[in-house]
């Protein structure tokens, strides 16, 4: 490893710790950094699922380091010029504000510019000694940009002459980043998923200082014996650890069982545990909501652990009152979506229904599986009057219906906005959703739907 | 029809000059002041009801958006931008982000989204913005639209400090807002000055009020949008406190379908549902039009007009209230002598102000005529005849109508309270149904007001009991149910005290509630209750029944009955109808088979049937292919169509010899209106026969 200048060896001592488990990566990396004067790759390209370190560990060396840098988040680089602008804000320490009208320093919409303004930043702020890094987190926002400004970024240093190193942050691999001409392949680091191990390890750094390391490991551990198999995220495991831990802990603040009394803690949290799988990743109560639901819960501290009683906040998710003919023109849609245009004839023609000779072939896979189809408004009309029970006059208020169930997204436009004429539709419930819809205005369904007859 | 100096066929708007009042005195030959004193009369009135709606709707409100406000001014309680003082492993947080259940009427989650931006303006903070999905298709428009309203507000807030922020010139994003927040409170810090001063917590929340964005329709916005925004603000979560409101129209489910799990993770929902539109409507009706307050009223087909549009079509109150104020403004346009339609205080001198033409108009009145009718024949001249004494009668059925306002809508709420727990619910759940009863006939004679009292005839102590004391309940307050509910709280004593003496007849009588008499009573004659087993409570019951039901029988008649209804009571469907209730198929329909209808020219004037070639082409086009089958011959069709349209050519044609095509231009504007008629929808191109097109309407000659 090199001999870094600036940082003292307790820094980095300090970063091993903190950045547990991603030593490999950090070595290597700094490798790669070598000391301030020496000229870096030109650029690095990290990459590796959601959580396993790759923006703090790379944040946290360039400012254990204190080497010049730029951090950007690509999200928010919505335009090249936010980028470059951004870019050069940073490196020259400038905070737009109130004093300079939150104006930015430079003035800068191109790839030439930014060239020409980012050897000026170099030589005015003395950086020409020593490497300028510039990263770029969620690189894989830059491909929607111009086409040319990411060949223009892998080669930074070869166009401004200056040691520059650009680092791409990215989830996604290189390959899915080639397209167009004159990029040039970055040196790759890969950052792998955390194993079980390391994230036992990770997850126990969290520990409460008023509890003993050695209990807050088994409930980790735990906790990662039923989440594991459903989910790696370090994210939502940490989130899950935070939301569950009261409870866990609620037998030893009350004296009922010590903190080595593992199975008594098992056997108490298990079935928490279970029913918060059924949730995961849905977050559709806050954690404040669901502590205040846990709280409730052992207030009322059933021993048995009845759950099945869930506050109504967990319970009716997708209910959806909507007026008496949206209701129907819902149902029409889903029939136009799901039959197919040869069947209307069968099921809604009013008269006798003459049964023409069935040429059913092999049996088409179920529409169901398919997927909803486009259809015409003037059908999901047609069909919408045939199910209605009375005379419904085709008045404006149903057309607007019409498009009051797209901003709902309950249906959607498949045709432009430009042609009115021959306006197309896709219906976007689900069968449960229809079927509940169904019998809210006693209509059964299933009866009109050509896979179940 | 106006000229203009224009060649060419296009629209053009001509400015109408004070429509509103030259109508209402040209077609209706009223005085200028009368027009006027409706219109005065028209506008208090609306005033006044527009107020007790929005103080309902605040009202309504309140209890959720209290909950909300609460949770946005905790959400940040212990927000400090302590930047330089961290660790390397920052702790992860949550966005906090309520998701506002607001339901599927549309059209009203502008009101309801007003109300709480200027709530929150109010209690909270001053950092607000709201944003709606078509402003914001891009990540550049969400974020320039949520730094213009933020920024401003504060701009507009504390104007004496000049903030010069130009924020519109320069790009604006993220870090610009944070640099402005920065800035904002630390500016707000320095005054104060000392650092004792702001120890207390609560003036520490205050210093850094959050930031407030509210996306007012959810499933509006555009994914990939919505989803960089959320990543932006938990970006910088560390710098701005910000909290999230999402206006939800239809499930929380929404935010699943929009934001992807590593988006959706970054906050911390909590639901809030607001009021059902149902329930908001019945407040409205009540505090509106079950009043006497305000003596406009809907008559039954207009008032279920409007309640149909709600149920059936979009559950919007907004639209009804709209609704309800275009009757008014019809009712006051229309009507001759509405300004009578004033509270009870002011009858007598308006009454007194009529001259003898609006006398006339009232005499002339439906209702009017038939109180004349009945009324001795001795008494019908001096009615008809003498001025005055016509003023005085008027008078008093004016003041009568009013009267009977007081006694019904006390009355209606206490009906339902009886009737909406029946079983079955043979008068409706909701008080709107028995209303709209109420405004169709005397609900006494109608067969679900039978069935209930049907019902109750077999109820058991207790129950009656607890009725009647909801009954009290209901008209207490009103002075002029004193002697009412004397009566029905001496029945609920009485009901009380039997019961030890129910319990002693009880060992006399082996049965003392017979299901079976009880029905043979009701099946032979309703109301005379002297038979051999018939107990204390059984009589008394019919008792106290009898007592709800002559009061009823009373007081709830139709207003239909009662003369100078019009004045009050607006019934005009057809009106109301065309106005409200778009029929675009209706309208293109008349435009074609009858252009005078909207055209007004004397050229187009005729019988429905008859083709005149003065007609537009596309009309003339029309009415011929009503005449054809299924399929049409283009070329029949255009011979039918010149000989119309140019009938000096075709005899030309048929001197000339040199065949009797048409010229060019007959040519053209055929074709024209041919293609017209197939971009309506009437014909379409058709293989089946070369040279024809197929008709997709059925009807015609």
Redesign the interface.
Known sequence: MAVETRAESTDFARMHNELPCRSQQIDSLLGLFGEPSHWTYPSLFIYGHTATGKTLVVTALLQTLRVPHAVLNCIECYSQRNLFEGILNQLSSYVPGPDNGYSALYRCDNVNDFIRLLRKVIETEKFDKETVYIVLDKADRLRGLDLTLLPALVRLQELTGNNVCVVFISELVWEKFRCGTGLVEPYQIHFPNYSRAELVEILSLDCPSEYGTDFYRNYVNMLLGVFHLACRDLNELRYLAQLNFARYRKPVDRGEATEQDVRKLWKNIEPHLKTAIDSIYLREVSSSQWERMQSQTADEETIDGDLSQLPQTLAPRASVELPYYSKFLLIAAYLASYNPAKSDRRFFSKGRVKRTKQTKGKKTASSQLLGPKIFALNRLLAIFYAIGDERIVPTANIFTQVSSLVTLKLLAQASGDEQIDGAKYRCLVSLDFIRSIGRSVRFNVLRYLYDFI | MAETDSFTKACFAFKGSKRKEKTSIDTYGFTDKGGKVRYSTYSHLWQNMDERIKATQAKLYATVFDDLLAYIKLSHKDFCPSTESK???TK?K?I??TALVM??N?PDHETTVTTLTALVRRSVTPHVATLASKDCP???AIMTKTLQQVVANAEALEDDDD?????R???C????LA??Y??ITSRKRSPQGSPRKRKADGQLRRLFPPVVVILE?L??FSAPVLQ?FV??CS?YLDRIPLVLVFGI??????I??ILP??V??L?????FQSQ?SSDYLTHVLDQVLLTNEFPFKLGSRVFYLLLD?F?????SVKTFIQGLKFCMMEHFRVTAVSHLCCGAGQVAPRVAGLGHAELERLRQLPSCMKYVESQPVDRRKPLLLDDTHFKEVVTQLLVDIDSYHQHVFPLLHCLHSISKDLPRHPLGKQLREIYGQLLTGDISSTEAYKNSFSFLRVMSRESLVELLQKCASQLEGFSIFDGVVKTLRDFTAKFNDIENFTALKQKVNRSPKKGGSSNERRQSDGLIPQEKEVTVFESLRSDALQYLDDLFSEHLVCHKNLPLHEIFYFDALSAVKRHL?????AAIQTALSTPHYYLQCSCCEAEKEAILGSMPDICVAYKLHLECGKLINLYDWLQAFVTIVDPASVDDDDDDSTGNDPNELMHARFIRAVSELQ?L?FVKPTKRKTDHVARLTWGGC
């Open positions: 660790t390397l492993r992860r949550e906090p982000t339901g599927v549309m891009s990540m550049k903030v010069d922020v130009s924020l010139k320069t790009g994003s993220m870090s610009v640099s402005w920065t800035d329709d499933e509006g960089d990543a932006l970006h129209a239809t499930a929380v489910t929404a699943h379908q799990h590593a959706s993770s906050l911390s929902i909590e639901k059902s549009i149920l059936y079509h979009d559950f209730v778009g029929t675009p198929r971009f929808g």
